[in-house]
């Protein structure tokens, strides 16, 4: 499920790849410089609770229509959320639906109907895992025609995520 709320991403300056400080709801990444980065898009959103929508152009669209509408040729757009089994009782996502968090994520192969929230994606890949005892997933939504630097750089803000255990 997305989350139905509007927010606009913020973008940030400097260059190379800096983990963002301090953590937001325990959570770390490296982006580079030029992405532009919402953290905690729908504040009033339970489950999923979005932890960030981050894309690799400067957009001031809303998390729905930025995960949701054209991504340009050479770009990204990832969130993160965050399901809360113990808001949803009898309806909670089981925690065997996430795997551990891999050693490293992989973007293969892209194609039409691989990830579905709320909107049908060509080019894109859903990573459902856990790591600190936290129910994750990130989605990936690709320009058409991603090159492989590209899916790269996906997969390195992805492996530079940093979970905190919830307290």
């Not at 709320?5 to 937001?24: D, F, I, M, V």
């Not at 998390?63 to 949701?68: D, G, H, I």
């Not at 459902?128 to 690709?142: I, K, P, Q, T």
């Amino acid at each position: 499920m997305a989350a139905l709320c509007t927010a606009c991403l913020g973008g940030s300056s400097g260059t190379g790849a800096q983990p963002t400080r301090p953590p937001h709801l325990g959570v770390t990444a490296a982006f580079p410089s030029s992405w532009s980065v919402a953290w905690r898009p729908c504040h009033d959103c339970a489950d999923p609770r979005g932890i960030f929508v981050a894309t690799s152009y400067t957009t001031a669209k809303g998390p729905r229509s930025v995960m949701c509408g054209a991504v340009p040729e050479s770009g990204v757009a990832i969130s993160l959320d965050e399901v809360l089994p113990h808001l949803l009782g009898d309806q909670a996502t089981r925690r065997s639906d996430f795997p551990p968090r891999p050693g490293s994520f992989r973007i293969g192969r892209l194609g039409r109907f691989q990830v579905y929230e709320g909107c049908d994606e060509p080019r894109a890949r859903l990573f459902r895992f856990r790591d600190s005892g936290r129910l994750l997933y990130a989605w990936a939504v690709f320009g058409p025609h991603p090159t492989r630097a590209v899916r790269m750089r996906a997969e390195a803000v992805l492996d530079s995520l940093r979970i905190a255990p919830l307290r």
